[in-house]
């Protein structure tokens, strides 16, 4: 009987040394003789340099070097960062310079860095440079910038729309042509940051003798950011090592290579020692890329019993000032729209737009936020126009579980037809209906309301791609001490990665998840790697820790099988241990075979025989895989404050093959607590310069442990077929449908007041103002006060 561990409640590995203060974090790094950066930002949202002056800031006591764009390495000089990733529309991507040569395009772009002993001299010197700038209009409002007779975000652009393109399904005008009923609604979605709780930094250590280079980096992605500093750098790539140690949070901002991690770099190389970086909060404010600002503009198309027809309209992105990973967010977003639904005819015309704003990349979700936001609040005003219950309006129009796989008949952003390869979304509905006990909530709203409260209840559904390409790797070793080494370009940053992947090579290899020692975020630990974002890395990193293993696994048994004069299919498997089934089960454990595994000098090995009980192995998907979920809320308005409580929140998940359910629930937990930020509190508020006015965590609210509830939640397993494991990704599926389910509760709990919401985050002072617009609200507000 094999080890069980895939499917375990197990304990994450990685948590006695984080909890304990054992964890090395970037900031925990200190090398002999280490100087610190730094960095000097433009104050102008967007501006043309005239002049540097950092006379007085190199006298500065403690500084080693300040350094501007044109003290930097040629091809630093001359060239802007690459594009991190690709999508099929493709038109006008602007990335950033190391540091800004002439023009800065948004508060906070990098100018110039020093260098110094300490942090503090070093930020005392940046207030020493004297830069003349030239102020130039800037834009920050999307649509503002889109319009023809806007300000240029860039100088010399002909224009302020990145890229135009569409998303289409069948016939749209056919469709809303013979419609029964048609519904417009416009949304919005606003801007927020990932705020991890270790913000980014770097440290870059050159070592003249060998021409090496190490750069330690919070990031997501090391083995890509090793890539873009071998290039820029025109270093080899041999010579060249990332590591990210441990990481206190990602959420999608780490996924982007940053100018500060290449001027480190720089830096340490021309100093000939150790320099280190360290963001600090209002930076990360500054700095780190943001995401959700997207207006939708769109209308449905149903029948009479709410059967989706088609939808169509138009979807405005703010990329900020640049774009790191070009155009996925809104095509994510575009393809994102149709959700578990079936719909026949879909036109959406797209348009990016820069604006004198942060950077604009992933946070996590992704642009499916916006996408499930659209389409749920369009089917919740399908369902109050034509009196049908919410619920029922989403069933009748589910994809079914007998149409798998199916094709949505767009093209996703891995350049694979969308297809939906495994799902039950009734179910997945039915079982969070029935774990929010929906079938009562009349009742209790009657009775709430009956006591001047106002509770409503909120549905949403999502589907989300997830695991994409291209393939991500592992490598399995047996260790002469007969422990297992498992290494992979997976960066965890707080997922569990390590108890999930020991889990996987334990079950395979039939010894203790404590004996597989995993080794994950260094680029020497493995050739190639891509990196953790977009819920990829159970359904490609898993499959090749399971491949690896199966490897190895099979090594272990035809040496056992050799050495032990006994049929593998006699052999067994266990405790670290390979012993005959019968006779007097001679063994041999795995340490020795790992030593006999590496043959003796001077003697051939056998014929067939590789060195060592290793393997490395690569999984490719053929496609992304499609997870799902509906979120259930029910909340408690206030509508004397506008305040909003958020009473019950329900999950019903499918994740594929749940490999730890301990971990899926904290992944599902804390993507729920950051959607409850979407949905009610992130506000990152800018003036019409594009001045930041929320740079800190008294202006900019995030949800604490008094409004995050336990999330209860169920699970269903439809195991993917894209990958072998069935695994599907977790980590976003928290947050994708969180403000529409929320939202949906609040115009629900505000019915006898006709609000009609549409937009997220909805703060109190929003509520009110949509309160204010109903004749039944000042009678109902003096009530609810004299009560």
């Not at 970037?26 to 003789?33: E, F, K, M, S, V």
């Not at 020991?502 to 790697?529: F, P, W």
């Not at 509508?639 to 599902?668: E, F």
Request: hydrophobic content about 40%; proline content about 7%.
């Amino acid at each position: 009987m094999g080890m069980k561990a895939i499917g375990a409640r197990v304990q994450r590995t990685e948590d006695p040394a984080l909890l304990s203060g054992k964890g090395r974090y970037l900031d925990d790094i200190a090398l002999p003789g280490m100087l610190h950066a730094a960095f000097l930002r433009s104050p102008l949202a967007h501006g043309v340099i005239r002049s540097i002056d950092a006379t007085a800031a190199l006298d500065a006591p403690g500084v080693h070097a300040v350094l501007t764009a044109q003290d930097l390495p040629e091809m630093l000089r001359n060239t802007r960062l690459p594009v991190m990733g690709s999508s099929p529309q493709q038109t006008q991507v602007m990335t950033p310079y190391a540091l800004a040569p002439e023009e800065v395009c948004y508060v906070g772009e990098p100018v110039a860095v020093v260098v110094a002993d300490s942090r503090y001299l070093a930020e005392d010197a940046a207030g020493l440079i004297a830069v003349d700038y030239d102020e130039l209009p800037a834009v920050a409002n999307c649509r503002d910038a889109a319009q023809a007779e806007a300000p240029r975000t860039h100088n010399g652009s002909s224009s302020n729309k990145a890229t135009r393109f569409k998303a289409t399904i069948g016939d749209a005008a056919a469709a809303f042509a013979t419609a029964p009923h048609v519904f417009r609604q416009d949304m919005w979605q606003h801007r927020g940051c990932g705020h991890s709780i270790e913000c980014r930094g770097a440290v870059a250590e050159h070592d003249p003798l060998r021409g090496g280079l190490t750069l330690w980096s919070s990031t997501q992605i090391p083995h890509i950011a090793k890539h873009v500093l071998c290039d820029l750098l025109a270093m080899d790539p041999e010579s060249v090592r990332v590591i990210a140690p441990d990481v206190g949070g990602g959420f999608g901002p780490k996924a982007v290579f940053y100018p500060e991690e290449l001027v480190v770099a720089a830096a340490a190389m021309k100093l000939g020692r150790p320099v280190k970086w360290v963001e600090d909060r209002r930076e990360h404010f500054l700095t780190a890329v943001q995401e959700r600002d997207q207006y939708w503009d769109v209308e449905i198309a149903v029948d009479g019993e709410g059967r989706i027809l088609g939808v169509r309209g138009s979807m405005l992105h703010d990329g900020g000032a640049y774009l790191p990973w070009e155009f996925s967010l809104p095509y994510i977003a575009a393809v994102t729209m149709p959700g578990p639904y079936r719909l026949p005819a879909y036109d959406l015309d797209v348009t990016v737009a820069y604006t004198n704003l942060p950077p604009a990349s992933a946070i996590r979700g992704s642009g499916r936020p916006q996408a499930v936001f659209a389409m749920e609040r369009l089917l919740d005003r399908v369902a109050r126009e034509l009196g049908i219950d919410r619920a029922e309006l989403r069933r009748r129009n589910f994809v079914q579980p007998d149409q798998m796989p199916y094709p949505t008949g767009l093209t996703y952003r891995d350049g694979r037809a969308v297809v939906y390869d495994s799902g039950d979304y009734p179910t997945t509905q039915s079982m969070a209906l029935e774990l929010a006990n929906y079938a009562d909530f009349g009742r209790r709203q009657a009775e709430a309301r009956a006591q001047g409260r106002h509770i409503g209840i909120g549905i949403a559904n999502y589907v989300e791609g997830c695991g994409v390409g291209p393939y991500e790797g592992v490598s399995i070793k047996v260790l002469d001490n007969g422990k297992i080494n498992l290494r992979s370009g997976a960066a965890p940053t707080g997922q569990g990665h390590k108890t999930m992947l020991a889990q996987i090579c334990a079950e395979t290899l039939n010894v203790e998840i404590e004996d597989v020692i995993v080794t994950l975020g260094d680029t020497n630990a493995i050739a190639m790697g891509v990196g953790t974002f977009a819920s990829r890395i159970a359904a490609n990193a898993g499959p090749s820790a399971l491949g690896a293993a199966q490897t190895v696994k099979a090594k272990i048994l035809s040496l056992a099988s050799r050495l032990l004069e006994t049929p593998e299919e006699d052999l067994v498997l266990e405790k670290g241990r390979v012993e005959a089934r019968h006779g007097n089960r001679q063994g041999l454990s795995l340490g020795e075979l790992a030593r006999r595994a590496k043959g003796s000098p001077g003697v051939s090995m056998h014929r067939g025989d590789t060195p060592g009980l290793e393997h490395t192995s690569y999984f490719t998907p053929a496609q992304a895989t499609w997870c799902n979920g509906t979120h259930v809320v029910e909340v408690e308005v206030d509508i004397a404050t506008g305040g909003v409580k958020i009473l019950d929140y329900v999950v019903a998940h499918d994740c594929g093959t749940v490999i730890n359910p301990l971990i899926v629930d904290g992944q599902i937990q804390g993507g729920v607590a950051h959607g409850i930020g979407n949905a009610l509190l992130e506000w990152m508020a800018f003036d019409p310069n594009g001045q930041p006015l929320t740079t800190n965590f008294g202006e900019y609210l995030l949800p604490s442990s008094t409004v995050v509830p336990t999330v209860r939640i169920a699970h269903l397993e439809t195991p993917s077929p894209v990958n072998p494991l069935g695994a599907k990704g977790a980590g976003e599926g928290g947050t994708i449908p969180a403000a529409a389910a929320i939202v949906s509760a609040i115009e629900h709990a505000l019915t006898p007041f006709d609000a009609r919401l549409n937009m997220s985050p909805l703060t109190p002072e929003t509520i009110i103002k949509s309160l204010k617009q109903s004749p039944n609200y000042k009678a109902a507000l003096m009530r609810a006060c004299a009560g």
